[in-house]
Each structure stands twice: as structure tokens, then as C-alpha cells.
């Protein structure tokens, strides 16, 4: 795991390059911190959402994956779903009353009822799972490279989107959100969440998220920015890490 994420380290090194050095096309925006929540800092956030005004997270590892129903306001799981070891859950989100979920190198997704959490059905995914969101048509998800795949209800790609910044593709899109007609996406390892146009797959604005969570409330577990949840109820953007002990709503402002 170490060698692996090392390794993802020193490929986003352009990457990172080339999001700092953007054309004045891309829009660049900063944060405003509205609010801060506590956030359960055993969670390894991989998939953040809002459903019936309800905050849901899916967290990832071996042994400690989880679906949890969120009391935004104290952090605390008011019903949670425990996975088999053998599993490694990653992006997550409702569409049409049903909770879908990735798993990470299992191959395969799961499908739950979204007012019992109960389980409904698994289907075999063919591809790494890391980020999982909808336009309210189709599921959308990302896989660590530059392409979003637009999916029916059984997992089945109905198109693929390459995301491109200046012509050059973008790769490491993990989790996503759907929010205004656009994508957000995490860029794993970064500090820097990306604004997609969902037709054309080019990139119109950088987030800079660096400092988010301070350094003084970094622990030895504190992992990456990962998580973005929109409540369409209110409008509401939500954004949080992995092991993160907060949670932050925010507002972006153009720089």
C-alpha cells in the first residue's frame, strides 16, 4: 500500500503542475469555511451524499468498510452497515430510492434500499471502484484515471467521458458530486477539487482546498481530502477527509 500510494505521489507531480499552471479559461476558486462539525475520525471517507435531507457516508479498509447514516451536527452514525472483511468499500450514492455502492478490487457493486438500508442486490463491476455519483439519469463514476463512466441502475456503461484540462487529460478523479449541472471531483492525493462539464469532459474551474484542516488537528492517520456532499434541500456544501476529525461546510469564492 505505501509503495503504491508512493507511486501515485510521484505521478501526480505534473499533474500538479499543470492544475497550478492553468489558462485564465479554467476558473480558480478558494474556500470560505461557513461552519465546522465534528467528524468521526475512524471514517475513511470514500463516498459522501445527502438523501431525504439525511447526510450517508461509505467508508473504505479492509475489515473497518462501513455505510453510515450521519448526524451531520455531532459526527455520530445514527444506523450503520458493518461489510465482510474481504471488502473494500469506496463511492456511494442514492438514485430513484436505491443506495449504490463500489467496492474498491472486489468487482463488484451492491445495491441497497435507500429507506431501510436494506440489501437489494450485488452486481459484477468490472473495473477499480473509487468515486460514485448521479445526474439524476445515470450513475457516474470514476476509477483513478482521467475517464468518468456514465452507468445505468445494472452497473452497464452507457457512455464514457475523458476529462481534459488545456487538452491534456486528468487522471486520479475519485470522489465525485454532482452539484449545478457540473461534476466535482477529488483529485486523490491533492488538495485541489476539479469543476467538469459533464458533455464536454473539460475541466472549467480548480478548487484549492490546501489548509482546509489544519496542520494542529492532523493525527497519524490523517489521510487525504475526500469527500464532497451537496444538499439539494439547501444548498448546502459539505467537505471532509479521510481519518479527518471535522467536517467543514463551505463556500467557494473565485480568486
Not at 450517508?56 to 479498509?61: F, Q, R, V
Not at 442514492?94 to 442486490?121: H, P, S
Not at 439519469?137 to 456514465?150: H, Q, R, T, V
Request: charged residues 25%; proline residues 3%.
Amino acid at each position: 500500500m505505501i509503495l503504491k500510494r508512493l507511486a501515485k505521489l510521484l505521478a501526480l507531480l505534473p499533474l500538479m503542475f499543470n492544475l497550478s499552471c492553468a489558462d485564465a479559461g479554467v476558473k480558480h476558486y478558494k474556500l470560505q469555511i461557513v461552519n465546522t462539525f465534528p467528524h468521526d475520525r475512524t471514517s475513511y471517507t470514500q463516498g459522501l451524499f445527502f438523501y431525504d435531507g439525511n447526510m450517508y457516508e461509505s467508508t473504505g479498509l479492509n475489515g473497518k468498510s462501513t455505510f453510515r447514516k450521519v448526524d451531520v451536527k455531532t459526527g455520530k452514525a445514527l444506523s450503520r452497515l458493518n461489510f465482510d472483511k474481504k471488502y473494500f468499500l469506496e463511492g456511494s450514492v442514492e438514485k430513484d430510492g436505491n443506495i449504490y455502492m463500489l467496492t474498491w478490487e472486489n468487482n463488484v457493486a451492491f445495491v441497497y434500499d435507500a429507506a431501510t438500508l436494506q440489501y437489494k442486490a450485488s452486481y459484477s463491476y468490472p473495473r477499480e471502484g473509487w468515486g460514485l455519483t448521479t445526474d439524476g439519469k445515470s450513475l457516474i463514476a470514476s476509477d483513478g484515471s482521467s475517464c468518468l463512466y456514465f452507468m445505468d441502475d445494472a452497473f452497464k456503461v452507457q457512455r464514457k467521458l475523458n476529462v481534459r484540462m488545456e487538452g491534456r487529460p486528468v487522471k486520479f478523479l475519485n470522489e465525485l458530486e454532482y452539484i449545478d449541472g457540473r461534476i466535482w471531483a477529488n483529485v486523490y492525493m491533492s488538495d485541489m477539487i476539479l469543476i467538469i462539464n459533464p458533455s464536454s469532459g473539460n475541466v472549467e474551474g480548480i478548487i484549492d482546498c490546501t489548509g482546509l484542516l489544519p496542520r494542529q488537528l492532523h493525527f497519524d492517520d490523517t489521510d487525504v481530502l475526500n469527500g464532497i456532499a451537496h444538499n439539494p434541500e439547501d444548498g448546502r456544501i459539505y467537505l471532509t477527509g479521510k481519518n479527518w476529525c471535522r467536517l467543514y461546510e463551505v463556500k467557494i469564492v473565485e480568486k
